[in-house]
């Protein structure tokens, strides 16, 4: 059976996500937690958990870290190869979203996870195995120059926001709670799960 899509996002508050191919922040606790969420986060299993991205999130995850350690990595792309491949952490690709849960549902998975980007995650939302967003919601400064974007779900009925004790239910693990600040930006954690179901397939 596929696994259920969980999205994690870190995303200003006009939905800025990236420009330039790059984040527009350094967030070392902030990346930590995706770290820890996409290692560990999730319902209990003995399996690993996966990550599902586009072919740009891939190429802009620097080479020595690649794929990323203690998940099965699954790259969306139409026209990719992987020449490198380690059995103990195998890297798959997949032509769509659905092509990637195949793979998956034929592996040993605790949890999926969708990183990026823009037209991957616009995607991963409107598919009906998507059930909660992780979402980082960078709420100082507005870093105006982004030129990447993830879809508004706030006020549209179909997401809701998650108590945050749900969140840390979910991950398994403590989350800090409210304002975090670090190199003069400011965010908070937050979970987000379907509220009704996706129609579209």
């Not at 508050?13 to 930590?32: C, D, F, H, K, Y």
């Not at 040993?108 to 919601?137: C, E, V, W």
């Not at 997401?159 to 709670?177: C, I, K, Y």
Request: glycine share 6%; aromatic share 8%; hydrophobic share 35%.
């Amino acid at each position: 059976m596929p696994p259920q899509i969980t999205v994690i996002v870190a995303a200003t508050l006009s939905n800025g996500i990236g420009v330039q191919g790059t984040l527009p922040w350094r967030l070392p606790r902030e990346m930590a937690y995706f770290a820890r969420v996409t290692r560990e986060g999730g319902p209990p299993s003995e399996s690993s958990n996966a990550v599902i991205m586009g072919r740009k999130t891939w190429d802009g995850i620097p080479p020595k870290f690649r794929p990323l350690k203690d998940r099965t990595n699954v790259v969306i792309s139409n026209s990719m190869t992987v020449h490198a491949q380690d059995e103990r952490q195998p890297t798959h690709v997949a032509p769509s979203i659905d092509g990637a849960l195949s793979i998956l549902s034929s592996t040993p998975i605790r949890n999926a996870f969708i990183i990026g980007g823009m037209s991957i995650y616009d995607q991963a939302l409107k598919h009906p195995s998507t059930t909660r967003i992780l979402l980082t919601r960078i709420l100082h400064p507005e870093y105006d120059a982004c030129d990447a974007f993830f879809p508004e779900i706030r006020n549209t009925g179909e997401w809701a926001r998650a108590h945050h004790t749900d969140l840390e239910s979910w991950l398994g693990f403590e989350v800090p709670s409210g304002v975090q600040q670090e190199n003069q930006t400011e965010y908070e954690f937050q979970m987000w799960v379907r509220a009704i179901p996706s129609t579209i397939n």
